[in-house]
């Protein structure tokens, strides 16, 4: 079996067997159900981890380390600490393999567990929290995110930096990830550009996304239908709206609900049909948006003029909140009767 030695600065150690003999091995498959696609190329994960800056001497999580491709990158820079937080039984012994070859250098800790459900507030030990407008945190997220779950990460960990908590507790914490090719675009995609969607407005209100690179699918085994794109995130010191999250996500995802239509029309089911024309044409109004531009034309300032306006509009009427034109027809009336959560639950089992 071929032997490989992973370098750090002035220590060498102990040899260990290749990713892909490893893979051969434990038999390690690529399960298509959780999205795993390994990628065995090590000029490619040494480019990963490239993007994500300088991390020698400071902490590292990284996200679905699998076989340990991306993981053994990281440890060729030397990280004070490295947590590598896996689902997957499977890969425990190859992460056990690596967390002893370089335990004279790293403090490589093994978490089996969901990354959804992991909280990084104090997983980092013996980090210092940074001021947010100072340098950026010693702390780095780094991850080949299985496709199924990228989007849904990624919105939950841009609600932690607005609010800065778990990873971000710490400071400006730097993120580097894989998504689809496609995804990737979306995610840093300007004004007027087709892709522009959702997530290019979320991800650059609270951060400065960048597209570094892209890597073939035929890079990754299985071969995934797609190529991926390889992005950056790193959070502004000064977010562009201190607005809630869950409100600015809200606007964010009725914008862009009709994207091909004139953006009033996604917009207008924020309100219940009784003031719904009203409504929506003071909304425009008073943020002095054309009505007829589509989702995809409108600036994130523009945007955020919206969504100060719908905020203005939920403090003079807070029961507009609760109209949801998705919900049944009956709840959504008998919400905006006032009714008590409890009580629709009680009357629509009953209908």
Same mark, same amino acid.
């Given at each position: 079996?071929?032997?490989?030695?992973?370098?750090?600065?002035?220590?060498?150690?102990?040899?260990?067997?290749?990713?892909?003999?490893?893979?051969?091995?434990?038999?390690?498959?690529?399960?298509?159900?959780?999205?795993?696609?390994?990628?065995?190329?090590?000029?490619?994960?040494?480019?990963?981890?490239?993007?994500?800056?300088?991390?020698?001497?400071?902490?590292?999580?990284?996200?679905?380390?699998?076989?340990?491709?991306?993981?053994?990158?990281?440890?060729?820079?030397?990280?004070?600490?490295?947590?590598?937080?896996?689902?997957?039984?499977?890969?425990?012994?190859?992460?056990?393999?690596?967390?002893?070859?370089?335990?004279?250098?790293?403090?490589?800790?093994?978490?089996?567990?969901?990354?959804?459900?992991?909280?990084?507030?104090?997983?980092?030990?013996?980090?210092?929290?940074?001021?947010?407008?100072?340098?950026?945190?010693?702390?780095?997220?780094?991850?080949?995110?299985?496709?199924?779950?990228?989007?849904?990460?990624?919105?939950?960990?841009?609600?932690?930096?607005?609010?800065?908590?778990?990873?971000?507790?710490?400071?400006?914490?730097?993120?580097?990830?894989?998504?689809?090719?496609?995804?990737?675009?979306?995610?840093?995609?300007? &004004?007027?550009?087709? /892709?522009?969607? #959702? *997530?290019? +407005?979320?991800?650059?209100?609270?951060? $400065?996304?960048?597209?570094?690179?892209?890597?073939?699918?035929?890079?990754?085994?299985?071969?995934?239908?797609?190529?991926?794109?390889?992005?950056?995130?790193?959070?502004?010191?000064?977010?562009?709206?201190?607005?809630?999250?869950?409100?600015?996500?809200?606007?964010?995802?009725?914008?862009?609900?009709?994207?091909?239509?004139?953006?009033?029309?996604?917009?207008?089911?924020?309100?219940?049909?009784?003031?719904?024309?009203?409504?929506?044409?003071?909304?425009?109004?008073?943020?002095?948006?054309?009505?007829?531009?589509?989702?995809?034309? &409108?600036?994130?300032? /523009?945007?955020? #003029? *919206?969504? +100060?306006?719908?905020?203005?509009?939920? $403090?003079?009427?807070?029961?507009?909140?609760?109209?949801?034109?998705?919900?049944?027809?009956?709840?959504?009336?008998?919400?905006?009767?006032?009714?008590?959560?409890?009580?629709?639950?009680?009357?629509?089992?009953?209908?």
């Amino acid at each position: 079996m071929a032997t490989r030695y992973i370098k750090s600065s002035g220590a060498r150690l102990p040899p260990l067997p290749t990713l892909r003999d490893l893979v051969k091995l434990y038999k390690l498959t690529a399960i298509k159900q959780l999205s795993q696609n390994f990628l065995m190329d090590e000029r490619l994960t040494d480019k990963i981890v490239r993007a994500a800056g300088h991390i020698q001497d400071h902490h590292v999580l990284e996200v679905g380390p699998g076989p340990g491709g991306i993981t053994r990158s990281i440890l060729r820079q030397c990280p004070k600490q490295l947590i590598v937080v896996e689902k997957d039984r499977r890969f425990m012994p190859t992460m056990e393999l690596l967390a002893e070859a370089c335990k004279q250098t790293t403090d490589m800790k093994i978490v089996r567990g969901d990354i959804l459900k992991y909280d990084m507030e104090n997983c980092f030990e013996g980090c210092e929290r940074t001021d947010w407008h100072g340098p950026r945190a010693p702390v780095h997220l780094i991850g080949n995110l299985p496709f199924a779950i990228s989007t849904r990460l990624l919105i939950n960990w841009l609600k932690d930096i607005s609010l800065k908590r778990g990873a971000w507790a710490y400071g400006r914490t730097s993120l580097t990830l894989t998504f689809q090719k496609e995804v990737a675009d979306r995610i840093v995609a300007p &004004i007027l550009s087709k /892709e522009r969607c #959702r *997530l290019s +407005i979320m991800s650059q209100l609270w951060t $400065k996304p960048q597209l570094r690179f892209t890597i073939p699918g035929t890079a990754f085994v299985p071969k995934p239908e797609v190529d991926v794109g390889v992005v950056t995130f790193v959070p502004h010191r000064d977010p562009m709206t201190d607005l809630d999250f869950d409100l600015v996500e809200k606007m964010a995802r009725y914008l862009f609900s009709m994207r091909q239509k004139y953006c009033r029309r996604g917009i207008q089911n924020l309100f219940s049909p009784d003031i719904r024309e009203e409504y929506t044409a003071k909304i425009f109004q008073l943020a002095d948006i054309d009505p007829q531009l589509r989702s995809f034309q &409108i600036s994130n300032e /523009e945007f955020l #003029r *919206l969504c +100060i306006v719908y905020n203005d509009m939920l $403090k003079e009427n807070p029961d507009i909140a609760k109209y949801d034109y998705r919900g049944p027809r009956i709840s959504r009336d008998l919400c905006w009767q006032g009714q008590t959560e409890e009580n629709i639950e009680e009357i629509v089992e009953k209908s």
